[in-house]
C-alpha cells in the first residue's frame, strides 16, 4: 500500500469560531477539539483518498493559556510563542495538549480514543516526536511511576556532561533582553539563573529574537564545544537515550502508527539506531518519519531506522520552482535521479505546517497550480505522499494571525480558525465551484494513487529524455512518465502552464522492453476527466494528447 498522509494541525482544524481576532485569546477565537474528528470528519479525509492522518501538535506544549486549575503548571509568556504557543516547545512528553481536550481532566482518555476512532475508519495514525528540543519550563507531571524527569539529576555546574539532559553555562544567569516581549504581556519576565542553551544549537546565554529562544538543546552526548571541535560519547549510553527510547515506547503502547521526528538531523544517528531498534524490537510495524534537510545525510538516517524522509531540498524545491516558473520542468528527471537508490524512502509534499500555501501570494499565488505537482508527487513512484488540510480547497494562508503574522503559512502559534477548512467540512455550501472542483482533483489523484497498483506497486519510467529537443513538446512546461504493474498500464502528463497544451509525446522502445510492453492500438480512460478514446500506443509513434492549463492527464491503457 502506498502510504497516502493526511496532515492536520488539530487545535485549528476543528475550530468553527469564525471570529478571528488578531492576536485572539482561546476565549475569543476558539480552539479544535480531538473530538471534532469523529466518524463523519474521519470518514471524509479517507474519502479523499489518505490512509493516514498525523495529528500535528497532540503532546502538551508551552501556552500562555492558564490551565493551572487542572494542576498543569502556568508557562511565562515571556518564553511562549504567540498566545497558542509553539506544539514544538514541549512541556511534557508523557501528556495531552489541554487546548484540545473538551473535558481536560479526560485528555489521555480522550486520546486513546481518538485513535480508536481513526483505525476504526480504516485510517493510521502519526504524531510527532520533538527529540531535539523542549520549552523552557519543560515539567512532567504525567510522566510514569519512577521516571525522573529531564535535567532531574543534571550537574548544573558543568557546560557538558554525557550523563546531564541539558546543556548549561555555567555561573551566567539566561540574558533574555533580546527576546521580545510578548503580546498582551507587557512586563512578563523570566528567570533562569543557570543558562540553558538554546535549541537551535546556541551554546551560550544570549538568545536572540529569531532563535529557538523558547526551548532547550537536548544532549545526546555530543560536545559541541569541546576543545577540537566537537565530541562524541556514547559509551555508556547516555541518558537522554533512555529517556527518549522510553517515551517512544510509551506512545507506542497507547495505540500510534508512527512518528514524525523533528529536526530529526539535529538529533544524531548513533540514537536513532539504538531507539529505532529498542521499539521495532516490540512494535514492527511502527513507521518513523524524519525531518531531514540535508541530502548528503539522507542514506545515514535511512540506515539508523527511518522508514522515509522529508525530500525538502530535493523535490519540494523542484516542484516549487516548476509552479513558480523559476525552473523547468524536465529538472524534476534530476531530483528523482538523485534519490533513485533510496525512492522508497523519500516522503513528497507540497505543503506542511512549516511551508507556505502554494495560493499564497508568497509562492504560486493560483490554486491550480498545485495540480500538476501533485500529479508529480504523488504518482512518479511509490513513495508516500502527504497534503496538508486545506491544500485540497486551494488555502491561501494569507490572515494576519497574530504572532506568525501575514506570511503564507497557516498559523502554528495562535488561535484561529482556517477558513477553507471551516468550509470544505463544516460549511460546504460556501465553498466556490474552483474549491469544489480542486477538491474532486485532488481525491482522483489520491485515489488513484491508494487504488492503482500500477501506481502503488510499479515500475516507474520517466519519458523525459525521448522528448527532449522535441518541437511537439515543450519539456519546460510538460512532465510525462510511465507507470505499469503487471497487465495495468497509467501514462501520466503534467502540465506546468497556465495555457493548454497539445503536445505529440514519443515514447521510445526502451521503455517498451524495460515495462514489457505491447506495442498496439489501444482505449485510454482519463482518470481525471473520465474521458476515453483510442491512441496508437507503439514505439517512435508519438502520440497527440491535448492538455488543459495547470492540468494534466492519467490515462489508463485498457
Known amino acids: 500500500m502506498k502510504l497516502v498522509i493526511y496532515q492536520v494541525f488539530t487545535r485549528i482544524f476543528g475550530n468553527k469560531n469564525t471570529h478571528r481576532k488578531r492576536h485572539g485569546t482561546l476565549a475569543e477565537n476558539g480552539v479544535g477539539k480531538m473530538n471534532d474528528f469523529d466518524l463523519a470528519t474521519l470518514n471524509q479525509i479517507k474519502s479523499l483518498g489518505a490512509n493516514t492522518i498525523w495529528y500535528t501538535g497532540i503532546l502538551r506544549h508551552a501556552t500562555c493559556t492558564d490551565y493551572s486549575s487542572f494542576g498543569i503548571p502556568r508557562q511565562t509568556p515571556r518564553v511562549v510563542k504567540g498566545l497558542a504557543g509553539s506544539p514544538y516547545a514541549i512541556t511534557d512528553y508523557y501528556d495531552?495538549?489541554?487546548?484540545?481536550?473538551?473535558?481536560?481532566?479526560?485528555?489521555?482518555?480522550e486520546f486513546t480514543d481518538l485513535v480508536k476512532r481513526t483505525h476504526k475508519v480504516g485510517l493510521k495514525v502519526i504524531i510527532d516526536f520533538v527529540?531535539?528540543?523542549?520549552?523552557?519550563?519543560?515539567?512532567?507531571?504525567?510522566?510514569?511511576?519512577g521516571v525522573k524527569d529531564l535535567g532531574e539529576t543534571d550537574d548544573t555546574k558543568k557546560h557538558f556532561d554525557a550523563n546531564n539532559n541539558f546543556y548549561y553555562c555555567p555561573n551566567e544567569a539566561l540574558d533574555?533582553?533580546?527576546?521580545?516581549?510578548?503580546?498582551?504581556?507587557?512586563?512578563?519576565?523570566?528567570?533562569?539563573?543557570?543558562?540553558?542553551?538554546?535549541?537551535?544549537?546556541?551554546?551560550?546565554?544570549h538568545p536572540q529574537a529569531n532563535d529557538w529562544y523558547e526551548t532547550v538543546k537536548l544532549n545526546y552526548g555530543i560536545d559541541y564545544c569541546d576543545w577540537g571541535g566537537r565530541s562524541t560519547h556514547y559509551m555508556p549510553i547516555p541518558d537522554t537515550w533512555h529517556k527518549m527510547t522510553d517515551i517512544l515506547l510509551f506512545w507506542a503502547e497507547k495505540g500510534v502508527d508512527g512518528f514524525r521526528c523533528d529536526m530529526a538531523e539535529m538529533v544524531p544517528p548513533e540514537f536513532w539506531k539504538y531507539a529505532t531498534k529498542?521499539?521495532?524490537?516490540?512494535?514492527?510495524?511502527?513507521?518513523?518519519?524524519?525531518?531531514?534537510?540535508?541530502?548528503?545525510?539522507?542514506?545515514?538516517?535511512?540506515?539508523?531506522?527511518?522508514?522515509?524522509?522529508?525530500?525538502?531540498?530535493?523535490?519540494?524545491?523542484?516542484?516549487?520552482?516548476?509552479?513558480?516558473?523559476?525552473?523547468?520542468?524536465?529538472?524534476?528527471?534530476?531530483?528523482?535521479?538523485?534519490?533513485?537508490?533510496?525512492?522508497?524512502?523519500?516522503l513528497y509534499f507540497l505543503e506542511n505546517h512549516d511551508e507556505q500555501r502554494i495560493a499564497s501570494d508568497f509562492f504560486a499565488k493560483d490554486m491550480k497550480r498545485g495540480i500538476p505537482a501533485m500529479l508529480v508527487?504523488?504518482?512518479?513512484?511509490?513513495?508516500?505522499?502527504?497534503?496538508?488540510?486545506?491544500?485540497?480547497?486551494?488555502?491561501?494562508?494569507?490572515?494576519?494571525?497574530?504572532?506568525?503574522?501575514?506570511?503564507?503559512?497557516?498559523?502554528?502559534?495562535?488561535?484561529?480558525?482556517?477558513?477553507?477548512?471551516?468550509?470544505?467540512?463544516?460549511?460546504?455550501?460556501?465553498?466556490?465551484?474552483?474549491?469544489?472542483?480542486?477538491?474532486?482533483?485532488?481525491?482522483?489523484?489520491?485515489?488513484?494513487?491508494?487504488?492503482?497498483?500500477?501506481?502503488?506497486?510499479?515500475?516507474?519510467?520517466?519519458?523525459?529524455?525521448?522528448?527532449?529537443?522535441?518541437?511537439?513538446?515543450?519539456?519546460?512546461?510538460?512532465?510525462?512518465?510511465?507507470?505499469?504493474?503487471?497487465?495495468?498500464?497509467?501514462?501520466?502528463?503534467?502540465?506546468?502552464?497556465?495555457?493548454?497544451?497539445?503536445?505529440?509525446?514519443?515514447?521510445?522502445?526502451?521503455?517498451?522492453?524495460?515495462?514489457?510492453?505491447?506495442?498496439?492500438?489501444?482505449?485510454?480512460?482519463?482518470?481525471?476527466?473520465?474521458?476515453?478514446?483510442?491512441?496508437?500506443?507503439?514505439?517512435?509513434?508519438?502520440?497527440?494528447?491535448?492538455?488543459?492549463?495547470?492540468?494534466?492527464?492519467?490515462?489508463?491503457?485498457?
Open 176 to 205: 533574555t533582553s533580546a527576546i521580545p516581549q510578548p503580546y498582551g504581556f507587557t512586563d512578563s519576565e523570566y528567570i533562569e539563573t543557570v543558562a540553558r542553551c538554546t535549541g537551535n544549537d546556541k551554546f551560550d546565554a
Open 96 to 109: 495531552i495538549d489541554p487546548d484540545i481536550a473538551e473535558n481536560v481532566s479526560e485528555r489521555m482518555n
Open 131 to 145: 527529540p531535539n528540543h523542549v520549552a523552557r519550563e519543560y515539567k512532567s507531571i504525567c510522566k510514569p511511576k
Open 278 to 346: 529498542k521499539v521495532k524490537a516490540q512494535f514492527p510495524n511502527i513507521v518513523f518519519i524524519g525531518e531531514v534537510y540535508d541530502p548528503q545525510q539522507y542514506r545515514t538516517y535511512i540506515s539508523s531506522g527511518f522508514n522515509y524522509l522529508y525530500d525538502k531540498v530535493g523535490m519540494y524545491d523542484c516542484l516549487r520552482d516548476v509552479m513558480c516558473g523559476n525552473r523547468p520542468a524536465y529538472t524534476i528527471s534530476q531530483q528523482w535521479q538523485a534519490t533513485d537508490d533510496i525512492k522508497d524512502n523519500m
Open 377 to 558: 508527487s504523488a504518482l512518479l513512484q511509490t513513495n508516500p505522499v502527504m497534503i496538508y488540510a486545506g491544500q485540497e480547497f486551494g488555502e491561501e494562508g494569507m490572515d494576519e494571525e497574530g504572532f506568525s503574522g501575514k506570511d503564507g503559512r497557516t498559523t502554528i502559534f495562535d488561535y484561529w480558525c482556517v477558513d477553507s477548512i471551516y468550509k470544505g467540512y463544516y460549511n460546504r455550501t460556501k465553498l466556490t465551484q474552483e474549491q469544489k472542483q480542486l477538491e474532486q482533483t485532488y481525491q482522483a489523484i489520491l485515489q488513484c494513487s491508494n487504488q492503482e497498483e500500477a501506481i502503488s506497486k510499479g515500475k516507474s519510467f520517466d519519458l523525459m529524455y525521448a522528448n527532449m529537443g522535441s518541437d511537439k513538446i515543450d519539456s519546460n512546461k510538460i512532465f510525462a512518465f510511465i507507470r505499469k504493474y503487471k497487465d495495468s498500464v497509467l501514462l501520466v502528463v503534467a502540465n506546468f502552464s497556465d495555457s493548454e497544451k497539445a503536445i505529440e509525446l514519443n515514447v521510445p522502445q526502451h521503455a517498451f522492453d524495460y515495462l514489457e510492453m505491447k506495442e498496439q492500438e489501444v482505449l485510454a480512460e482519463d482518470l481525471l476527466s473520465k474521458e476515453e478514446f483510442s491512441i496508437t500506443f507503439k514505439a517512435e509513434k508519438p502520440i497527440p494528447i491535448s492538455v488543459k492549463g495547470n492540468y494534466g492527464r492519467i490515462l489508463k491503457l485498457k
